[in-house]
């Protein structure tokens, strides 16, 4: 009976520590969400420009000595910055209707971005601050890690900040009316370009927080975290449904759960593959994802 209730703690445990680190995946999937739901297009350099704000905020670090929560918030803000740089570059001058065109120029968006954090970094794993990372909360059997937790506060924070511009701004109010009906949106005057150029600001944002708190759960920042995290991201979004922001929340918690469990049990070889299996399962049994409307086939 011992073992067996050591086993279970052990398997919880995991799981547990999954869900709090899935909070960085739903982040993830939000940005991918949020330009979606905007333009109806996917914006691969996302995940590639939430790390690279990432390192921005190592470079301070490193040079400056900067606090971790200056650390956090450079990151944010680079990774803004290089939102509104990759709207310009890979969707802006890009007729709207050519979705094809938009999505392989943000592949080449995001190769590029990768390509100079490799050159930057030789493209060696640094070291990447963490804060909490030495506190652990005792709760019955079970043991809190203060820097996950410490991740799940962010990334909830960074959730209701971006559900608050979208529900209760005028630019959320614009941004919405572009994602429903981008001509009506201009012939009431609203300026498309420039809400979806903010859009992709806002994004970046968050993608920031992401990137930081990734590295910062993970302990090292490195250039082979940027496909396995785009990967991911794109997983959660299709699985929370495309254009879902609560889907996304609740897929990016259950694809670190089911990580982890599958971590524990298969080891890190396989892990990644019994992810993409659920993303298989959706697909088949739920295409519109969790909280996605029904699928349109026509």
């Not at 073992?3 to 991918?32: H, K, N, S």
């Not at 506190?135 to 079970?142: A, I, Q």
């Amino acid at each position: 009976m011992s073992d067996f209730w050591f086993e279970f703690v052990e398997i919880t445990q995991t799981i547990g520590d999954g869900l709090f680190f899935g909070a960085t995946y739903a982040l993830i999937g939000i940005g991918f969400t949020l330009i979606f739901g905007a333009m109806g297009k996917l914006n691969m350099t996302y995940a590639a420009a939430s790390l690279a704000g990432a390192y921005a905020g190592l470079a301070a670090f490193a040079f400056v000595d900067a606090p971790a929560p200056v650390v956090f918030l450079i990151s944010a803000l680079a990774s803004g910055v290089l939102g509104f740089v990759a709207y310009l570059t890979c969707f802006r001058f890009i007729p709207i209707n050519n979705h094809l065109a938009a999505l392989m120029a943000s592949i080449g968006g995001l190769f590029f971005i990768d390509e100079m954090v490799v050159h930057a970094t030789d493209g060696s794993p640094l070291t990447f601050p963490a804060l909490f990372d030495d506190v652990m909360f005792d709760v019955g059997p079970y043991g809190v890690r203060g820097d996950l937790l410490f991740v799940l506060a962010m990334c909830v924070a960074g959730t209701l900040a971006l559900l608050y511009v979208l529900y209760r701004t005028r630019l959320g109010l614009a941004t919405r009316a572009v994602s429903q009906q981008d001509v009506a949106a201009q012939l009431c005057g609203i300026d498309v370009h420039r809400t979806n150029a903010t859009t992709f600001v806002l994004a970046g944002l968050l993608g920031g927080i992401a990137g930081a708190m990734t590295a910062s759960a993970v302990g090292v920042l490195s250039p082979l975290i940027t496909v396995p995290l785009t990967v991911k991201g794109l997983i959660v979004t299709v699985i929370g449904g495309l254009g879902s922001i609560p889907g996304a929340i609740a897929a990016g918690l259950l694809v670190g759960g089911f990580e982890n469990f599958f971590l524990y049990f298969r080891g890190v070889n396989e892990r990644d593959m019994y992810v993409l299996l659920l993303l298989f399962i959706f697909l088949v049994f739920r295409p519109q994802g969790i909280f996605g409307s029904g699928a349109d086939r026509d």
